[in-house]
């Protein structure tokens, strides 16, 4: 406005001076005015939480530390009813500042916006979930956690909708869906189906971890033949293509991370694409 205001004063006063001066009078010099393009608010910026090693972050502000090795979520200090809380006070408090502004509208409105979660391979699951159920609070439901080390790939995840008083209860699981659950421990990977656990070698229903670790690491290859295989033998429909994972609290998101992609399958023969996120208990 002001740039725009001086443009005008110097305007008014050439006109000015050309009506009173004599026609072979010096020309009157002239001042080029730069007028700046606005900027797009500061506080537009694209909107992410992230897990690292030191925090939770929100916004690029730090909003909770982590102890070292937070196996057990964020400290007490951060939750309203002890440390077994799942609910973290300042993220959600956060979250809600910037739903109330509008600044989170703009970034989950429409209806395939998703809200980012950068989280380090390194990352306790126990973390993630509490970030997962707190984000939830705030009435967010769909999420693409990325691994905040190497670029790329997602995971995509939405949360259950939660019922409001007086809704309908949902209805039962249908007895032809497999129901697969994927566990991942410090074992492995173990499945558990409608039809009952999987035994180890998924070589039918018994008991074991389905696909034991080799040199502690994830095998990818063997989870995802074995979703494979489950999917053959029951006959699974392409419709059912859902499943639930649930890792022990010191699970590292890396191993997360392999599991899902594992089962996902690949854009010719696509597999479990949508994943929710369970507790053990």
Same mark, same amino acid.
């Given at each position: 406005?002001?740039? $725009?205001?001086?443009?005008?004063?110097?305007?008014?006063?050439?006109? #000015?001076?050309?009506?009173?001066?004599?026609?072979? $009078?010096?020309?009157?010099?002239?001042?080029?005015?730069?007028?700046?393009?606005?900027?797009?608010?500061?506080?537009?910026?694209?909107?992410?939480?992230?897990?690292?090693?030191?925090?939770?972050?929100?916004?690029?502000?730090?909003?909770?530390?982590?102890?070292? +090795?937070?196996?057990?979520?964020?400290?007490?200090?951060?939750?309203? +009813? =002890?440390?077994?809380?799942?609910?973290?006070?300042?993220?959600? =408090?956060?979250?809600?500042?910037?739903?109330? #502004? @509008?600044?989170? $509208?703009?970034?989950?409105?429409?209806?395939?916006?998703?809200?980012?979660?950068?989280?380090?391979?390194?990352?306790?699951?126990?973390?993630?979930?509490?970030?997962?159920?707190?984000?939830?609070?705030?009435?967010?439901?769909?999420?693409?956690?990325?691994?905040?080390? #190497?670029? @790329?790939?997602?995971?995509?995840? %939405?949360?259950?909708?939660?019922? =409001?008083? @007086?809704?309908?209860?949902?209805?039962?699981?249908?007895?032809?869906?497999?129901?697969?659950?994927?566990?991942?421990?410090?074992?492995?990977?173990?499945?558990?189906?409608?039809?009952?656990?999987?035994? $180890?070698?998924?070589?039918?229903?018994?008991?074991?971890?389905?696909?034991?670790?080799?040199?502690?690491?994830? %095998? #990818?290859?063997?989870?995802?033949?074995?979703?494979?295989?489950?999917?053959?033998?029951?006959?699974?429909?392409?419709?059912? +293509?859902?499943?639930?994972?649930?890792? +022990?609290?010191?699970?590292?998101?890396?191993?997360?991370?392999?599991?899902?992609?594992?089962?996902? =399958?690949?854009?010719?023969?696509?597999?479990?694409?949508?994943?929710?996120? @369970?507790?053990?208990?």
């Amino acid at each position: 406005m002001r740039s $725009a205001n001086i443009a005008a004063g110097i305007a008014l006063a050439a006109a #000015s001076c050309q009506s009173r001066e004599p026609r072979d $009078a010096r020309a009157i010099p002239t001042t080029d005015v730069v007028v700046e393009r606005p900027r797009a608010p500061e506080n537009d910026a694209p909107l992410f939480i992230a897990i690292t090693k030191e925090g939770i972050e929100f916004d690029a502000k730090r909003v909770v530390e982590l102890e070292p +090795n937070p196996t057990d979520g964020a400290g007490p200090v951060y939750k309203r +009813n =002890g440390p077994d809380d799942l609910y973290v006070v300042p993220l959600h =408090g956060a979250l809600l500042a910037a739903q109330q #502004s @509008g600044r989170l $509208a703009r970034h989950t409105s429409d209806a395939q916006a998703r809200l980012e979660i950068r989280v380090h391979p390194d990352t306790p699951y126990r973390v993630l979930f509490e970030v997962l159920y707190t984000a939830g609070q705030t009435e967010l439901s769909r999420f693409d956690l990325r691994d905040s080390v #190497s670029t @790329g790939d997602t995971i995509a995840t %939405e949360l259950p909708a939660v019922p =409001g008083p @007086g809704a309908t209860p949902a209805p039962a699981t249908d007895p032809a869906t497999l129901d697969l659950t994927a566990i991942v421990t410090l074992e492995g990977v173990a499945f558990k189906t409608s039809h009952g656990n999987i035994a $180890a070698g998924c070589g039918g229903i018994g008991a074991g971890v389905t696909v034991p670790r080799f040199d502690y690491e994830i %095998e #990818s290859q063997k989870v995802g033949d074995c979703a494979r295989r489950l999917r053959a033998r029951y006959k699974v429909a392409a419709t059912d +293509n859902t499943f639930v994972l649930v890792a +022990n609290k010191d699970t590292p998101f890396r191993d997360v991370f392999r599991a899902v992609r594992a089962m996902r =399958g690949s854009k010719e023969a696509p597999m479990f694409t949508q994943v929710r996120f @369970g507790v053990a208990r």
